[in-house]
């Protein structure tokens, strides 16, 4: 394949060529002149068309020669070698990665509690219940309420995070350096409750006996209770009372002024107090209002449970 010769080559070689013509022909001419000059001594006449054949002989030298490279012969000055050089082109400077910056695990915060502790969705009782953690567990805390005093961690009993009062908790860690968690909104508080017909006991005369699961927001106050023969239609009551007890056949239980959240109480009935009447056996309605404040004030749920009286 030929090469390829630069434009700036190709003129070069053009110059080249007119000097070389140039000194070619003042060669011809001083020899011509020194023919014609009388005194000057004559040298021997070359034969005739000498001169044109030495000047054809090198012009068709040098045009052999750059025909088989394909390009022109630099001169001497221009490249001493007699090779082309390229001219190298800059090294780019090699690009340093930055150092890695090395992150301290953050230490975990545990915390355990002194006494069973219910974790609900919130800072508080008026929270819904999650779980519990109990005074043999530990748990992680992940973060901590804006007044320090509840703590956000994972839930014992089962997935996801839940809050806890700090009053029984022991936390181990640096709770300083723990997130701070704004609690979600406080739930309208609510009275929920479950309750079950317990048993019949009787002292002079027969009663029956409820258990009543607190399992709302607000602690329970005051109730009132009256039954109903469903077969007869007789009604006993109703009993009201601000507090929350049993007997145990004659003997008074102490009271139960309230049931916390959570918690479990007891209650009974009024006393069936006609002689010739015969409860055991009998199909029960008891009908029951539950109040969070005395003398059933404040927030109240109503609950009908229907039994049958034990028989003998």
């Known amino acids: 394949m030929k090469a390829i010769i630069p434009e700036n080559m190709k003129q070069s070689w053009i110059n080249k060529k007119s000097t070389r013509l140039m000194i070619i022909a003042a060669t011809i001419l001083g020899l011509t002149l020194a023919c014609s000059i009388p005194g000057l001594s004559q040298p021997t006449e070359a034969p005739e068309g000498a001169v044109e054949t030495r000047v054809a002989e090198t012009m068709a030298a040098e045009t052999a020669a750059e025909e088989s490279t394909g390009e022109e012969t630099p001169s001497p000055s221009e490249n001493p070698t007699g090779t082309l050089t390229e001219t190298p082109s800059s090294t780019p400077s090699p690009t340093l990665s930055p150092t890695a910056t090395l992150t301290a695990t953050p230490e975990i915060v545990r915390v355990s509690v002194s006494g069973d502790t219910f974790c609900r969705t919130g800072p508080g009782i008026v929270y819904e219940g999650k779980g519990i953690l109990n ?44 997130p701070v968690y704004t609690p979600p909104p406080t739930p309208t508080p609510g009275v929920e409750l479950v309750v079950d017909f317990r048993e019949m006991d009787a002292c002079v005369a027969p009663w029956m006996e409820f258990t009543v699961d607190n399992t709302g927001d607000l602690p329970l106050e005051s109730f009132t209770v009256t039954l109903e023969d469903r077969d007869s239609g007789e009604t006993f009551g109703p009993r009201t009372k601000n507090a929350f007890m049993t007997w145990n056949g004659c003997l008074d239980d102490t009271d139960q002024d309230s049931i916390p959240t959570g918690s479990t109480g007891y209650f009974m009935s009024a006393q069936i107090d006609d002689p010739s009447y015969n409860p055991r056996g009998e199909p029960f309605q008891a009908t029951i209002k539950i109040c969070s404040q005395e003398k059933l004030g404040g927030l109240c749920e109503t609950r009908v449970v229907n039994f049958t009286a034990p028989s003998p």
Do not use: H, M, V
């Open 135 to 178: 005074t043999d567990q530990e748990s992680e805390i992940i973060a901590k309420d804006p007044t320090g005093t509840f703590w956000y961690i994972t839930n014992p009993d089962a997935s996801g995070n839940c809050w806890i009062g700090g009053r029984y908790a022991t936390p181990e860690g640096p709770t300083d350096r723990l």
